[in-house]
Structures are given as structure tokens and as C-alpha cells.
């Protein structure tokens, strides 16, 4: 059985899709871009891009009743290669000991024209 998590704390899906689908006690967020709720606009550069995905995560993970150190799995997607170190200095600030897995790409483009769009998976 599945269950739809969703929060207007973060921005609202743009597509046929679900903010998180959580099943079996795992919670599987969809990829989130960098819109700020309230105002629906991106904030500039790729820290403060990568920043405000992760308050996107966050409030997700928290309508679940999760925090960050529920997450075991992200994909990251960027805009190209070589936003990923300004990507993982403010990506790894939002984890504390052990890191989830992850895996990082670069794609053609994202939506919206964000620079980062990261997904994750956290489990109970």
C-alpha cells in the first residue's frame, strides 16, 4: 500500500506526479528544483540553488514526520559538471554523520532552467 505525502511548504508539482510516495516504510521524494514557495521563484547561482532544494527536501521529509538523517539515497542532477563543487560544499552542510549513497549527473537541461535538481529516498 502507498501513500501520497504532500506539503505546501514546498512548491507544488508542476507534472503527473505525487511531492513523495512512501510505501513499505521507505519514502521516495520526487526531484526537487530550487522554487522558493512562497513567491514560485528561483534563487540565483548554484550554493543558493542547492540550498533552497534542500529546504524543499526538508519539508517534505518533515509532512512525512522525517528528518535528514532518514535519508539513505539522492540522486543529484545538474546543469552541467562544473557546478558540482559549489553543489557538494552546501550539499554535504545539510547531513550529519554518515552520508546517504548518491550518484551525480549532468544533463542536456532541467526544468525551468534550474541548475541542480536533486531526488532522494529516506526510510523509517
Do not use: W
Request: charged letters at 20%; glycine letters at 8%.
Amino acid at each position: 500500500m502507498k501513500k501520497v505525502i504532500a506539503t505546501d511548504q514546498t512548491p507544488g508539482v508542476i507534472g503527473p506526479y505525487s511531492q513523495a510516495i512512501e510505501a513499505n516504510g521507505m519514502v521516495f521524494v520526487s526531484g526537487q528544483i530550487p522554487l522558493i514557495p512562497a513567491t514560485g521563484e528561483m534563487p540565483e547561482g548554484i550554493e543558493a540553488q542547492t540550498r533552497q532544494v534542500f529546504e524543499n527536501i526538508k519539508n517534505i521529509l518533515a509532512a512525512a514526520g522525517l528528518t535528514m538523517d532518514h535519508v539513505v539515497k539522492t540522486t543529484v542532477l545538474l546543469h552541467d559538471m562544473s557546478l558540482f563543487a559549489g553543489m557538494n560544499e552546501v550539499y554535504a552542510t545539510f547531513f550529519e554523520g554518515s552520508f546517504p549513497a548518491r550518484a551525480a549527473f549532468a544533463v542536456k537541461s532541467l526544468p525551468k532552467d534550474a541548475l541542480v535538481e536533486i531526488e532522494c529516498i529516506a526510510v523509517r
